[in-house]
């Protein structure tokens, strides 16, 4: 089993809609929890950190559950420029903090 | 100026030969690592470094070394090139605590024939 696993999709959502990604987990010494957007095999940028207590970030919404091991990433109003891979990253204390990605999820928006 | 400068952008070499690839960074960071990315395995760690006299092996170290110059240089060698290591390559930093995302350069495609 990877330690880092997501739905690879792809997701086809249109323009508007609401999409939401699970990223699970099997370490459970996990320390942070990031997500990742990636263009089209260009270099991954961060698009934010998951905090305990669930963060949001405008139309992006990310939680984090310790006790089921995943996080999640909403996406509300489904702009096209969202059209992307979304990459769940985590990293473990037993791993000197390494990240560890996981293999993405395709999301495109249709208008 | 981009903070993480991978060079090259884009090489074709054949099998058995040497290659180098090289990356920089202006940010500061004490922690630099590569990674290759191949369709459908996301990206798999191959070296890291924590600082410049450390040296640590990734999850697919085999057929690589590494090298860390200074702080802001280090640079990743295939000996022998081989096709299975045709993927795209990216560098990235990061600042000391390891609640700290990474930076990732622009990526090198690579292909071996």
């Known amino acids: 089993r990877k330690e880092v696993e997501q739905d690879p999709g792809p997701f086809n959502v249109p323009e508007g809609a609401t999409v939401a990604f699970n990223c699970t987990y099997s370490n459970s010494a996990s320390q942070s929890f990031f997500w990742y957007r990636q263009d089209c095999r260009k270099e991954p940028k961060l698009l934010m950190s998951v905090y305990s207590s669930g963060n949001e970030d405008g139309r992006f919404t990310a939680q984090l559950n310790r006790a089921s091991q995943y996080i999640s990433l909403l996406i509300r109003d489904s702009k096209l420029s969202d059209s992307a891979t979304y990459l769940c990253v985590v990293t473990f204390y037993n791993q000197g903090g390494k990240l560890i990605f996981g293999q993405g999820t395709e999301l495109s928006v249709k208008p | 100026d981009a903070d993480v400068t991978q060079t090259p952008r884009n090489r074709i070499t054949k099998t058995g030969k040497r290659i180098m690839l090289e990356c920089s960074q202006t940010k500061g960071h004490d922690r630099m690592y590569w990674y290759r990315q191949d369709p459908g395995l996301g990206l798999r760690l191959i070296y890291y470094?924590?600082?410049?006299?450390?040296?640590n092996k990734g999850e697919i170290s085999d057929g690589y070394s590494v090298s860390r110059q200074a702080q802001a240089k280090f640079s990743l060698s295939l000996e022998s090139a081989i096709p299975n290591q045709t993927a795209l390559y990216f560098c990235a930093t990061s600042d000391g605590p390891s609640n700290q995302p990474q930076h990732f350069g622009d990526g090198t495609r690579l292909s071996i024939l």
């Open positions: 470094s924590f600082d410049v006299k450390d040296i």
